[in-house]
C-alpha cells in the first residue's frame, strides 16, 4: 500500500506526546507516525491519494459513536476526547465537527442514517468507530467517492476513500497482565470480554493479558465471561459479579462501561481498567488501566485531508506511536510491579519483546508460532481465535 505521502507528513509533525486518559479534553501535540498494515485492503493507494485538499476553515469532521461520550469512562467516551484533541490541536470549531450519538452498531440501517446525515451536513471525512459499523461503512464509501471514510477496528477498506485504524493494545494489555499477576492472592483473575474467540480484538487482547500474567506468576489462571455486546451495561455487571463470585479477586475488562470496576472495589478486590483512567470510578481498586490516545491517529488523518495528502492507507500504531498505554500503577499494589511493568515496556518498545513470540500453547493443547518470531500483524489482527494455556471460558 502507498504510503510515503501521510508517512512524510507524519514524519515532519512528529513529536512528544503524554499519554492521557483523564477526564476533559485530550490534546496532543503529537501527530501518530502511520504504521499501517494491509489486512483486508485493497486498491493502489498512492495513486489515488487525495487531491488539493480542503480549507482548514471548511473542513467538516463526522463521527458516529456507539453510545453518548457524555457517559461514563468507557470506549465512546475515551474515542471522543480524541476528536476534541483532534479539534484543539487544529484549531477547528465546534461547528465543524458532527456527532452522530447512540447509534447502534447491530443495526446496519440506523448506521447508514447516522453517516448520511453526516454526508448532508457536509462532512468531508467520517469517523465510524466500532467494529458493527465496518459493513455500513464501507457500502457508503463506495457511494459517496468524494467523501473519505475511516473506520475503526475491523478490517474492511479499500486503499482509496475508505480506511481502517485501531493500534497494538495488546502492548499495553501484556503490561496490564503483569500487573494483575503480581497482585492476586487467589490466583484467579476475572476478565469481562465483549465478544468470543471468534473475534481476534478482544481474544488477542485476552491472550496477551494472560501472557503477561504468565510472565511473572504461571500458577494464575485467567476466568472469561462473554456479554456478546460491545456495549451492555447489565450484561457486563451480571458478567463481572459471575467472576467475583467465582472468587477472583484481579477483574479486567474490554467492554465499554465502568460496571466491572465499581463491582470489584465493592466486594474489596482489584480491577485493571479499559480505554480510560477508571481510577476515578474505583480509586481503591484500579491498579492501572490500559488506554488510548485516540487524538493521534483522529489529527494526523484529519490533517492529511486538509493537506491533500490522504492515500488510503490503513493504521495500526502503538505505544511506539504513543497511541496505546498504561497508567502508573497504584501506590496499593504489590511492592516491584511498577519495576516490573517498566522493564517490560522498554523491552516492547526496543522489539525485544514483542508479546506474541515463538511457539505458545493453547488452552486445548496446540501451538502456535515458531520458535524465534513473532506473530505477524495480519495474523494478530484476524485471526488470534485460540486462547492461551490458562484461559477458560465460563458458562
Not at 10 to 32: F, P, R
Not at 124 to 145: D, L, Q, R, V
Request: negative net charge; contains cysteine.
Amino acid at each position: 500500500m502507498g504510503r510515503k505521502i501521510i508517512s512524510r507528513l507524519l514524519a515532519l509533525l512528529m513529536c512528544s506526546v503524554l499519554m492521557t486518559g483523564c477526564a476533559g479534553t485530550q490534546k496532543t501535540d503529537d501527530y501518530a507516525t502511520n504504521k499501517g498494515y494491509d489486512t483486508g485492503s485493497s486498491g493502489d493507494a498512492e495513486s489515488s491519494s487525495s487531491s488539493s485538499g480542503i480549507s482548514k476553515d471548511k473542513i467538516k469532521v463526522g463521527v458516529i459513536h456507539l453510545s453518548d461520550p457524555a457517559e461514563g469512562s468507557g470506549y465512546t467516551y475515551t474515542h471522543d476526547l480524541g476528536i476534541q484533541g483532534m479539534q484543539q490541536n487544529l484549531g477547528l470549531s465546534d461547528s465543524q465537527i458532527i456527532r452522530k450519538n447512540n447509534v447502534s452498531d447491530s443495526d446496519e440501517e440506523a448506521t447508514e442514517k447516522a453517516i448520511q446525515e453526516c454526508v448532508d451536513e457536509g462532512c468531508n471525512i467520517i469517523f465510524t468507530t466500532s467494529w458493527g459499523y465496518m459493513k455500513a461503512t464501507a457500502k457508503m464509501a463506495e457511494k459517496y467517492p468524494d467523501v473519505y471514510f475511516s473506520h475503526g477496528t475491523g478490517y474492511m477498506s479499500n486503499g482509496k476513500n475508505f480506511n481502517n485504524y485501531f493500534g497494538r493494545i495488546y502492548q499495553a494489555r501484556y503490561l496490564s497482565g503483569i500487573v494483575a499477576g503480581m497482585n492476586t492472592k487467589t490466583n484467579k483473575i476475572g476478565y469481562v470480554a465483549a465478544m468470543g474467540s471468534d473475534n481476534s480484538e478482544v481474544t488477542g487482547g485476552i491472550d496477551a493479558f494472560a501472557l503477561g500474567i504468565y510472565s511473572v506468576n504461571p500458577d494464575a489462571k485467567v476466568y472469561v465471561k462473554v456479554t456478546n455486546s460491545w456495549y451492555d451495561p447489565e450484561g457486563e455487571k451480571a458478567a463481572a459479579q459471575k467472576l467475583l463470585d467465582m472468587d477472583c479477586d484481579v477483574i479486567a475488562q474490554h467492554c465499554d462501561t465502568v460496571d466491572p470496576q465499581v463491582l470489584a472495589q465493592k466486594k474489596g478486590v482489584y480491577s485493571i481498567g479499559y480505554n480510560s483512567d477508571m481510577s476515578k470510578e474505583a480509586p481503591k481498586a484500579c491498579l492501572c488501566s490500559v488506554i488510548w490516545n485516540w487524538s493521534a491517529y483522529y489529527t494526523a488523518a484529519v490533517q492529511s485531508v486538509i493537506d491533500g495528502t490522504w492515500d488510503g492507507s490503513n493504521y495500526y500504531g502503538g505505544m511506539n506511536e504513543n497511541l496505546v498505554g498504561i497508567t502508573p500503577v497504584a501506590d496499593f499494589a504489590a511492592k516491584g510491579t511498577q519495576e516490573k511493568v517498566d522493564e517490560a515496556k522498554k523491552q516492547i518498545l526496543s522489539g525485544e519483546n514483542g508479546v506474541f513470540d515463538g511457539v505458545i500453547e493453547t488452552n486445548t493443547g496446540d501451538t502456535v508460532g515458531t520458535e524465534g518470531k513473532t506473530l505477524d500483524d495480519a495474523t494478530i489482527t484476524g485471526k488470534i481465535n485460540w486462547y492461551f494455556k490458562t484461559v477458560t471460558v465460563v458458562d
